[in-house]
């Protein structure tokens, strides 16, 4: 079972920055893809972008292409999600996940452990 740890929520205001950092642990942390997730209040899960076990691709949702990036250090089993130029619609709780691949994904059903998610807000 992989646990994975969340941190860098907050309450910013709008243009500001955010990164948000997982860590993970557990007997089989390593070979996954990471993804990060959000869920606005009233809304369903949505995908927010994936980076491979390599670290050498990633894919972004439209909605934050541009704005977010996602890295990875993988000595420290860490993902990090940078949002910059933060918008009110980005509000959500982030959720990190771990897949069962090492190659991009964008699939839920590829993600079988979450963090217990992080709340971002962002005022106008």
Known sequence: ?????????????????LR?????????????????FRQAPGK????????????????????????????RNNAKNTVYLQMNSLKPEDTAVYYCAAAIVAMI???PSHFRSWGQGTQVTVSS
């Open 1 to 17: 079972q992989v646990q994975l740890v969340e941190s860098g929520g907050g309450l910013v205001q709008a243009g500001d920055s």
């Open 20 to 36: 948000l950092s997982c860590t993970a642990s557990g007997p089989t942390v390593r070979s996954r893809a990471m993804g990060w």
């Open 44 to 71: 369903e899960r949505e995908f927010v972008g994936t980076i491979s076990w390599t670290g050498d691709n990633t894919l972004y949702a439209d909605s934050v292409k541009g704005r977010f990036t996602i890295s």
């Open 105 to 107: 994904t964008a699939s």
